[in-house]
């Protein structure tokens, strides 16, 4: 009867409950905080009012389709925007989505203990973002702006001594972190500190991996982007049109139907038309670089055996089913039916994991900021996961040792460490019989 009228009494805190707030054992009211999830408040409904007239004769369902539809085609045209006015303008895109991908993930949790007034906790989470990407684009421009780094001094202390840099920051944060801890709110805030680490890993990480793509070429960061795109389109005209069988239970609106399509509809149109389109400039598949004579990005080179188009023979099945005996294929479109494949079998997944994330916090999407599509990370969700396997698949199939890089590092060694290993190669070179051969080609 007492655990009875205890569990119905629910948030009243007496003494017991305040005897046990000076213990080990949390309270009613610390155990209340830490298990239960707060509704956080649906979004108000932002769509243009222009579009609200428009479509005020329709049903909540076509309503619905002709915003996306609306939007999307906006959203495209911006995404060729942004690529016609080049890779300085990408990057700055892709940290934009970034910061709009974070500050939507932590709004969340603010929204959802807004109520407990939780000290620094904001404020933190910013710093931390700032630290995060300043581990990560310190990295990026020692390596690809080595020769800028190098002729400025204050740059090339930075550079010097750039992990010991961030990792005093951090440093600075944990102690904030720890100075900020409050009696009875010790669960909960490091529940959301772990928070703030969790979202910094999915979104700063992934982000700056796509800005790795990129500065790979343009083409590595269209293509798997367009992948994307299309499977979310394709799948949902299909499970629009089509859908009858549900899919997984995190998500009751999609279906079978739209994930076959959307495969079906990625891999048939990317590899064949989408990458050989692309391939063949190169300012698409040139890696991106910085000249250090103009000082600005240059995507200029003599594309490289992925980009050159070859014969392939088919098998004997295809042959016999086409009439062809060889095709004509940049090697790019094979590697791009891996990428389509991905983003069509294994980036759906990306969703399903928001969308578990938002059930669980009971919300229809992470924010209003795009009409009938929700927030920015609704949209990038698939793209993050997409961005580590191009990443992983650059590296271990496409990418080979950097001579510039090398080269880099070697000036960046003392006078008689350059000249040690100049003998050594020149040894090297010289047993294996290469060097006289080298030399009478330059004397010629």
């Known amino acids: 009867q007492q655990q009875q009228r205890r569990e119905g009494e629910g948030g009243r805190e007496g003494s017991d409950s305040e005897l046990k707030g000076e213990k080990d054992v949390p309270s009613d009211g610390e155990a209340k905080a830490d298990s239960g999830v707060p509704d956080v408040p649906a979004p108000a409904d932002d ?39 080049g890779p300085i303008v990408l990057m700055m895109i892709v940290l934009i989505v970034q910061i709009k991908c974070f500050q939507e993930i932590i709004t969340i949790g603010y929204s959802v203990y807004h109520s407990y007034h939780l000290p620094w906790f904001r404020t933190l989470s910013w710093y931390f973002l700032l630290c995060v990407n300043y581990f990560f684009y310190g990295e990026t421009v020692t390596d690809y702006f080595f020769s800028l780094v190098q002729r400025e001094e204050p740059l090339r202390i930075l550079s010097k001594y750039h992990r010991f840099i961030s990792f005093a920051l951090y440093l600075t944060g944990f102690c904030m ?25 999915i979104v700063v990480t992934q982000s700056h991996l796509i800005i790795h793509n990129l500065f790979e070429g343009m083409i590595w960061f269209i293509v798997p982007i367009s992948c994307v795109i299309c499977n979310d389109i394709m799948a949902y005209m299909f499970g629009f049109f089509f859908g009858r069988t549900p899919l997984i239970k995190l998500s009751p609106k999609k279906t079978w139907e739209g994930f076959i399509g959307g495969l079906f509809s990625t891999i048939v149109l990317f590899p064949s038309q989408f990458s050989y389109l692309l391939a063949g400039y190169r300012y698409f598949v040139c890696p991106v670089e910085f000249n250090n004579d103009s000082n600005s990005f240059q995507v200029d080179c003599e594309p490289s055996d992925l980009f050159q188009l070859q014969d392939y023979a088919l098998p004997a099945v295809l042959e016999s089913f086409t009439g ?14 891996a990428l389509s494949s991905f983003a069509s079998i294994v980036g759906p997944f990306g969703g399903f994991f928001a969308s578990g994330f938002k059930r669980a916090f009971k919300i229809k999407d992470f924010a209003n900021t795009i009409p009938g599509h929700g927030g920015i990370m609704d949209r990038f969700d698939c793209q993050y996961l997409m961005a580590t396997f191009v990443n992983v698949y650059i590296a271990s199939f496409i990418r080979g040792p950097n ?42």
Not at 403 to 422: E, G, Y
């Open 324 to 337: 062809w005996s060889t095709v004509r294929l940049y090697p790019f479109q094979i590697h791009s039916i």
């Open 47 to 85: 769509t243009p009012e222009v579009l609200n007239k428009a479509l005020s004769g329709l049903s909540s369902r076509w309503k619905n389709w002709w915003v996306r539809g609306i939007l999307t085609l906006a959203m495209i045209s911006f995404f060729f925007l942004i690529i016609y006015l």
């Open 177 to 201: 972190f720890v100075l900020s801890l409050v009696k009875k709110h010790y669960r909960l805030q490091f529940y959301m500190f772990g928070w703030t680490h969790v979202t910094l890993l």
């Open 403 to 444: 001579p510039s890089k090398v080269i880099q590092q070697l000036l960046a060694l003392r006078i008689d460490q350059q000249l040690h290993i100049f003998n050594s190669l020149k040894t090297h070179l010289t047993e294996k019989g290469l060097l006289p051969a080298l030399e009478e080609a330059a004397a010629a």
